[in-house]
């Protein structure tokens, strides 16, 4: 059964670059496509981006000129890198697969970052 | 505000049924773009309950069905439980990416 775990800082300072870490466990990174999706609190569902089975990417428009998802195969993991946070930015943030139809079928448990001085 | 438009709340007795809508446009749903639909329990990631419109993945109850018609999409609970009370999100594509409605809050009474 796939798992997916994000790691990273839950505090980052307004104007730096907030950076996580989505590890895969119990399948390949190369069997499906993944996605950051975030979640303000209170609030709603807003997709950050996809990386594809060859490395290439897709990235929200609201976000794209601040936004970098990579992965590491060797690893099997991938990441977001999110540059110049606000305060707009602090949210629970959720690694996502996505599967054969299309859905987000496997989601890691999510990480809270809170964008503060 | 949401790119696709849900009731932000429904609600409903145990044992009945109910719909949540989900309204998009012809820059997503419209386009043919599938839905796929989510169930948030508090405090839990979103869990993946419809995809591709009317598909379950297993485990999944058939109490849950999909549907998608034209610009819209709808996701039915039937008989209704307690433990289906939570926030139900819909999600469609669109040139850019993905897209999700605003969530619906389900109450079971």
């Known amino acids: 059964q796939v798992q997916l775990q994000e790691s990273g800082p839950g505090l980052v300072r307004p104007s730096e670059t907030l950076s996580l870490t989505c590890t895969i466990s119990g399948g390949s990174i190369s069997n499906y496509y993944w996605s950051w999706i975030r979640q303000t609190p209170g609030k709603g569902l807003e997709w950050i981006g996809y990386?594809?089975?060859?490395?290439?990417?897709k990235y929200n428009p609201s976000l794209k000129s601040r936004v970098t998802i990579s992965r590491d195969t060797s690893k099997n993991q991938f990441s977001l890198n999110l540059s110049s946070v606000t305060a707009a930015d602090t949210a629970t943030y959720f690694c996502?697969?996505?599967?054969?139809?299309?859905?987000?079928?496997?989601w890691g448990h999510g990480t809270m970052v809170t964008v503060s001085s | 505000h949401s790119v696709l438009t849900q009731p932000p709340s429904l609600s409903g007795a145990p044992g009945q049924a109910v719909t949540i809508s989900c309204t998009g446009s012809?820059?997503?749903?419209?386009?043919?773009?599938?839905v796929h639909w989510y169930q948030q329990l508090p405090g839990t990631a979103p869990k993946l309950l419809i995809y591709?419109?009317?598909n379950r993945p297993s485990g999944i109850p058939d109490r849950f069905s999909g549907s998608k018609s034209g610009t819209s999409a709808s996701l039915a609970i039937t008989g209704l439980q307690v433990e289906d009370e939570a926030v139900y999100y819909c999600?469609?594509?669109?040139?850019?990416?993905?897209?999700f409605g605003g969530g619906t809050k389900l109450t079971v009474l």
């Open positions: 012809s820059a997503n749903i419209g386009a043919g773009f599938d």
């Open positions: 990386i594809y089975y060859r490395g290439s990417t």
């Open positions: 591709g419109n009317d």
């Open positions: 996502a697969g996505v599967g054969s139809g299309d859905g987000l079928e496997i």
């Open positions: 999600q469609s594509s669109d040139l850019s990416g993905a897209v």
